[in-house]
């Protein structure tokens, strides 16, 4: 197989294809009522992070502009907090901020963005698997692995921005395309690597670490196949300067978003909880058709799924086999059939044995960090590495590190397609690609009909306090003040403050500001019991939390109790 560089008829072509491939596989799995960008409903019938996703951005619309132009004002009253931590898409929700006074109230982007990323990954993935085959047959049904990956049907709208795991296969198309041995290019990649790194922080900031263990793949790779024997491997580092031109872009982004502003911090709690299984690539939950998944030790683990289905693994264990006895006749023979990656006009696009090794290399390396510090394989827990503060502290900044794992996951993919492409002119391995994705197809079956049959039907949301307006509970008021930390009513009640114009005291984000909620509360607290009650004010307690003490105040001071479930309502008369 002789690799020549595509011409940009051919990848357009290959680009709009995937495109309508990925538009097809959006309206199979979903269809096309949730891209109604007037049609909200649905949103909260979903898990409580997407409520969080689009309520973040319905409270952006209303702050007011200013610097850092991501701040949201009325979600933690008196804290501000960036769009960036409640995963709002932010670049979605600063273009679309820019018209929000002739958008309608109801207005969404998270349907149309779903959309997006299917139709992106069906474009990307087919210029991918073009690294290494001409033929476009290849290129287009192999996109299907891509655009139907598990770990995007799990997150697309769980934590919507994730789903934008195109990013990934952008990166490795860069990676592929590029030869970062050569300086005459270096310029050039360092563009493209700040690109990514800006676009992914516009998106979900865990993709910069994400992309970036791409670049440090390709700088790695670069140095060991130019590395010459007897010379100081310090003189190559000037590959690496394209990883701080994509840290130091991803940085003034973020600061210019607000990533950086007030009290809250790029370092979350939890590190530590939030591990994958090593089991992840394997292990098919409740996804599949064809067999149950195992069960998971860790709580949290499934934010590690990445399981590649029997289709994928099916595809990588025939291929691996057949390739290593091709290797071992051909070294019998005293053949080299492999060549460098690296340089794709001159080259083949077979990967050589040294690439190989550094990419099995980066799905262990990646696998082993996304399960840290506590390694199960199923429900069997192997290891646990104790952590210091210092070290939650700093690994803290992703602090879910189990999504990682998906990098070895499209590495997988990338192995998979190399080998495939070196012998499809072969029948059976035709045969073999189609009865990998007819067998993966079928695997997703079940989801896929789950999915579609949730998101066709109409949904119709009311939030807690509709059951309220008939009683003017909040004419006039202006605030929600929460007298408990907990995430239970609390992205209903936003929504509903955001329908009229309130703000409130609490709110749930990916980076907490804790200390500063529980402080704001407990002052809240000592002047309620003081008797001094703001007429401003809709005070939230929970059942368990109203105790007598409270209960004396609002008799005294003949304030308006309501009751909600588990709930009760304090308001008092201006």
């Given at each position: 197989?002789?690799?020549?560089?595509?011409?940009?008829?051919?990848?357009?072509?290959?680009?709009?294809?995937g495109c309508m491939i990925g538009i097809l596989c959006f309206a199979l799995v979903y269809g096309f009522k949730i891209v109604d960008v007037t049609y909200n409903g649905w949103l909260f019938n979903g898990d409580m992070d997407l409520r969080q996703h689009y309520v973040g951005f319905c409270h952006y619309r209303l702050s007011p502009w200013r610097f850092p132009v991501g701040i949201i004002d009325t979600l933690s009253k008196p804290y501000s907090m960036s769009v960036v931590y409640t995963d709002s898409i932010p670049l979605f929700a600063v273009f679309f901020?820019?018209?929000?006074?002739?958008?309608?109230?109801?207005?969404?982007?998270?349907?149309?963005?779903?959309?997006i990323c299917f139709s992106l990954m069906g474009a990307l993935s087919p210029v991918l698997i073009r690294r290494f085959s001409g033929s476009k047959l290849l290129c287009l049904s192999g996109s299907l692995f891509?655009?139907?990956?598990?770990?995007?049907?799990?997150?697309?709208?769980?934590?919507?921005?994730?789903?934008?795991?195109?990013?990934?296969?952008?990166?490795?198309?860069?990676?592929?395309?590029?030869?970062?041995?050569?300086?005459?290019?270096?310029?050039?990649?360092?563009?493209?690597?700040?690109?990514?790194?800006?676009?992914?922080?516009?998106?979900?900031?865990?993709?910069?670490?994400m992309t970036g263990i791409v670049l440090l793949l390709q700088i790695c790779d670069g140095i060991l196949r130019t590395h010459k024997k007897g010379t100081k491997f310090y003189k190559d580092l000037w590959m690496a300067f394209p990883l701080l031109i994509m840290g130091v872009s991803s940085f003034i982004l973020l600061y210019i978003l607000g990533g950086f502003y007030g009290s809250g911090s790029v370092s979350g709690d939890g590190f530590g909880s939030f591990y994958a299984n090593l089991s992840a690539y394997v292990n098919p939950l409740h996804f599949s058709s064809l067999f149950k998944g195992f069960e998971n030790n860790g709580m949290f683990e499934f934010e590690g799924f990445s399981y590649l289905g029997i289709g994928m693994i099916i595809l990588l264990i025939v291929m691996t086999m057949y390739e290593t006895a091709v290797h071992i006749r051909d070294k019998h023979l005293g053949k080299n059939a492999t060549v460098s990656l690296s340089n794709p006009d001159e080259n083949s696009g077979n990967i050589c044995k040294l690439t190989y090794a550094v990419i099995i290399a980066f799905i262990i390396i990646v696998l082993l960090f996304s399960c840290?510090?506590?390694?199960?394989?199923?429900?069997?827990?192997?290891?646990?590495?104790?952590?210091?503060k210092f070290i939650t502290r700093i690994l803290g900044i992703c602090?879910?590190?189990?999504?990682?794992?998906?990098?070895?996951?499209?590495?997988?993919?990338?192995?998979?397609?190399?080998?495939?492409?070196?012998?499809?002119s072969k029948i059976w391995v035709k045969l073999l690609v189609a009865f990998a994705i007819i067998i993966q197809l079928f695997e997703m079956?079940?989801?896929?009909?789950?999915?579609?049959?949730?998101?066709?039907?109409?949904?119709v949301f009311e939030t807690v306090w509709t059951q309220l307006e008939d009683e003017n509970v909040i004419d006039g008021k202006d605030e929600f003040v929460f007298m408990y930390d907990y995430n239970d009513i609390m992205m209903d009640t936003a929504y509903y403050a955001y329908l009229h114009k309130m703000s409130q005291n609490s709110f749930y984000y990916a980076r907490t500001i804790y200390d500063e909620i529980d402080a704001t509360i407990e002052e809240w607290s000592g002047e309620f019991l003081k008797g001094n009650l703001d007429s401003s004010v809709v005070y939230v307690f929970r059942n368990e939390d109203y105790?007598?003490?409270?209960?004396?105040?609002?008799?005294?001071k003949n304030a308006n109790k309501y009751e909600l479930p588990e709930h009760i309502v304090i308001t008092v008369d201006k």
């Open positions: 197989m002789n690799f020549n560089k595509p011409e940009k008829k051919e990848l357009l072509f290959l680009m709009l294809t901020k820019l018209f929000s006074g002739v958008l309608p109230e109801s207005f969404q982007y998270f349907g149309l963005f779903g959309l891509f655009i139907l990956s598990f770990p995007v049907l799990h997150r697309m709208f769980y934590h919507t921005a994730l789903s934008a795991q195109w990013i990934i296969v952008l990166a490795l198309i860069i990676w592929l395309y590029t030869d970062i041995t050569d300086k005459s290019q270096l310029k050039k990649i360092c563009i493209y690597w700040a690109l990514i790194g800006v676009l992914s922080v516009s998106i979900h900031s865990y993709f910069v670490f840290f510090p506590n390694y199960s394989f199923g429900s069997v827990k192997l290891i646990s590495i104790p952590v210091t602090r879910t590190n189990a999504r990682f794992v998906w990098i070895g996951m499209y590495l997988f993919y990338v192995i998979a397609f190399s080998l495939v492409a070196k012998h499809f079956s079940g989801i896929v009909k789950q999915y579609h049959q949730k998101y066709s039907e109409d949904k105790t007598k003490e409270y209960d004396e105040v609002v008799k005294n």
